[in-house]
Antibody
Framework: QVTLKESGPGMLQPSKTLSLTCSFS??????????VSWIRQPSGKSLEWLAA???????YYNPSLKSRLTVSKDTSNTQVFLKITSVDTADTATYYC???????WGQGVMVTVSS | DVVLTQTPPTLSATIGQSVSISCRSS???????????LHWLLQRPGQSPQLLIY???RLESGVPNRFSGSGSGTDFTLKISGVEAEDLGVYYC?????????FGSGTKLEIK
């Protein structure tokens, strides 16, 4: 059974660094071709793809945010991380992680940026 | 970036009615490997998106066969043949051919 679950701080202040974790089971990120993506969704709006990391450790970023994003994974290939630097109110959203061709999604974690 | 234009933005249907949603891409989604990475998602109220159709027309496991996908190149369609109450929500197309991956703006399906 494939499951993914996001975790994060819930709320943080502008200019801080947002750190998110995607913990998953039922598959391994070491499997050839496997990819995990990060996507976010402001309330009432559409989805925005942020970044991805693949089984080989290659990283992919949305150019619009690339300077602020860092995606990584743990050595056991059961967690993927995302850091977003210098957050502001526009980063307030629900953040999801998803597997491969978006076939499995986590429940999402709501992040609010506010002073 | 590839822009996916979804129409209509909202759709109101009665139970049993058949409906279609269009997704048009600003460039061809045919990958050099021969696959077309255009997928359809449904986000029910308060839930995460779920995959309905992948690679244009392949039905995800467990998804009712009243859902079907078609299209090629830049024009794609999701059809629901006989809407049921559980189908309400927002439908998104998403492309995974060209980085950065992009989503359509969504089509909200309401049940009359």
């Amino acid at each position: 059974q494939v499951t993914l679950k996001e975790s994060g701080p819930g709320m943080l202040q502008p200019s801080k660094t947002l750190s998110l974790t995607c913990s998953f089971s039922g598959f391994s990120l070491s499997t050839s071709g496997m990819v995990v993506s990060w996507i976010r969704q402001p309330s009432g709006k559409s989805l925005e793809w942020l970044a991805a990391i693949d089984w080989d450790g290659d990283k992919y970023y949305n150019p619009s945010l690339k300077s602020r994003l860092t995606v990584s994974k743990d050595t056991s290939n059961t967690q993927v991380f995302l850091k977003i630097t210098s957050v502001d109110t526009a980063d307030t959203a629900t953040y999801y992680c998803a597997r491969a061709d978006f076939d499995y999604w986590g429940q999402g974690v709501m992040v609010t940026v506010s002073s | 970036d590839v822009v996916l234009t979804q129409t209509p933005p909202t759709l109101s249907a009665t139970i049993g009615q058949s409906v279609s949603i269009s997704c048009r891409s600003s460039q061809s989604l045919l990958h050099s490997n021969g696959n077309t990475y255009l997928h359809w998602l449904l986000q029910r109220p308060g839930q995460s998106p779920q995959l309905l159709i992948y690679l244009v027309s392949r039905l995800e496991s467990g998804v009712p066969n009243r859902f079907s996908g078609s299209g090629s190149g830049t024009d794609f369609t999701l059809k629901i043949s006989g809407v049921e109450a559980e189908d309400l929500g927002v439908y998104y197309c998403v492309q995974g051919t060209h980085a950065p991956f992009t989503f359509g703006s969504g089509t909200k399906l309401e049940i009359k």
